[in-house]
């Protein structure tokens, strides 16, 4: 073999080996590719649960052309010899596949769903006062879930945008967060987590009021002072006892008696004369209104029960239940004179009533659907597509309505939100949805003011 032969077998074996080296390198970048890409798998389904899903789509997409360079590697190696296209053909196949696989992963990341924030009212709390947490304007189609801080406590509603939350009694005050993740109702793993701000479990101390603590440092009008104490919960609070009288009516034998005669009201299961008595005060002050008095009395006899039941929480929680013959069944849950403004008490309590009118006298409801609810006061309603009819007044919580695990209707709770509002507005509502207001005012209360 001559120099010049030699020369040219010794080009062609570094044109080769060089060949080699860059299929060697286009190998290991694939192979890193390969490992960066289980990497970009296992971090995207964390980034799912948070709103850095875009960082990882990034990610991705740098990983997905450090696969494309090193298959260009591995092609320009390959063209230099062709000895070895069926490792090469291998080998750009896998890439390619790695690729695809990793595009079909990011791309499926979707925005995690988002709420405009969460609120917590009070954020004093203890086992006697429980915080009213609610989630405000959430995206569509997602899922709910509290989570229960360390410490313990219960949730009325663990996977409702609004629940109360009421924790154990303490020793000593302690500070805690509570959190709520929200998923996309389609893929459980895509979720944002809110948190309340800081919250203050006040230690209860011993104390002997013999009526109710007012949440204040005077007793709602026309309640008087009642004797002994109250715990302070970070804010003084005063003991109060309901005032029977003079009023709208006097009970002059005993509040369950009052009951059953001047409104056809049954009071069932055992509870505290006081509660009773409460009871019957507030609701004979909305009885003032001679028509409300008629039609309330015309749908009972109305059987009453006072329900402990931890799982609704606080906040004074009441539902009415049909019982057949246009009859109702009003059910009041933990009925707490400590843990609920007098206001509060009254409203729900008219609300309520509104439902057993409703149940008593359907040919009124029909009226009030043709004459006074939507799309009259159009600017007065929002809309909810999982309940029929859809429209409510804006002042009514669905989302507190649904967490009951009760179905709802937009023309019944709108009627007895009218009736509530009526009684004790708030906002500007009633008065302000015209044909609603006059409705009500003029069929249910005869033109009485409050």
Not at 75 to 96: H, R
Not at 167 to 191: A, G
Not at 204 to 225: H, M, T
Not at 359 to 364: K, P, V, Y
Request: aromatic share 8%; hydrophobic share 30%; with cysteine.
């Amino acid at each position: 073999m001559d120099k010049n032969e030699r020369q040219e077998g010794q080009g062609q074996e570094k044109q080769q080996k060089s060949a080699i080296d860059r299929l060697n390198q286009g190998i290991n970048l694939a192979r890193d590719a390969k490992s960066t890409y289980e990497i970009s798998k296992r971090v995207a389904k964390k980034l799912k649960r948070t709103k850095m899903a875009s960082r990882g789509l990034s990610f991705a997409s740098k990983e997905a052309q450090l696969a494309i360079r090193g298959a260009q590697l591995a092609i320009k190696g390959a063209a230099a010899t062709v000895e070895i296209w069926g490792p090469i053909a291998l080998i750009v196949g896998f890439i390619v596949l790695v690729i695809i696989i990793i595009i079909i992963i990011f791309t499926g990341v979707s925005a995690p769903p988002t709420c405009r924030g969460l609120t917590a009212n009070p954020t004093t709390i203890s086992n006697s006062i429980p915080a009213i947490l609610t989630l405000e304007n959430c995206s569509e189609n997602v899922t709910y879930s509290w989570d229960l801080p360390q410490i313990g406590g219960t949730f009325s509603a663990p996977q409702g945008t609004t629940t109360s939350y009421t924790p154990p009694k303490v020793n000593s005050d302690q500070k805690i967060y509570i959190f709520v993740n929200v998923c996309s109702s389609s893929n459980q793993d895509n979720c944002s987590q809110y948190s309340t701000p800081q919250l203050t479990i006040s230690k209860e101390d011993l104390f002997s009021c013999n009526g109710y603590c007012a949440l204040g440092n005077r007793c709602e009008s026309p309640d008087v002072a009642g004797q002994g104490t109250c715990p302070s919960e970070g804010q003084q609070r005063t003991c109060c006892r309901t005032n029977p009288g003079p009023g709208p009516t006097k009970c002059e034998t005993n509040p369950t008696d009052c009951l059953k005669k001047e409104l056809n009201i049954l009071v069932g299961g055992n509870t505290t004369e006081e509660k009773r008595s409460d009871v019957y005060r507030l609701l004979s002050e909305v009885a003032a209104a001679s028509r409300y008095k008629t039609l309330l009395k015309a749908s009972g006899p109305t059987t009453l029960e006072f329900i402990n039941d931890p799982t609704k929480g606080g906040g004074c929680p009441a539902r009415v239940k049909p019982i057949g013959g246009g009859r109702s069944l009003l059910i009041l849950y933990n009925y707490d004179l400590n843990g609920c403004y007098r206001t509060t008490r009254k409203s729900r309590l008219a609300h309520e009533t509104g439902h057993i009118i409703r149940n008593g006298h359907m040919r009124l409801f029909q009226q009030f659907e043709s004459q006074g609810y939507y799309p009259k006061d159009k600017s007065c309603y929002k809309i909810d597509n999982r309940f029929s009819p859809r429209y409510f007044i804006n002042t009514y919580n669905t989302s507190f309505g649904a967490s009951q695990g009760v179905s709802i209707s937009g023309s019944n709770e709108t009627l007895a939100e009218f009736i509530a509002l009526s009684v004790i507005p708030s906002g500007g509502y009633p008065s302000r949805c015209t044909s609603g207001y006059n409705w009500v005012k003029k069929n249910i209360f005869d033109n009485y003011v409050f």
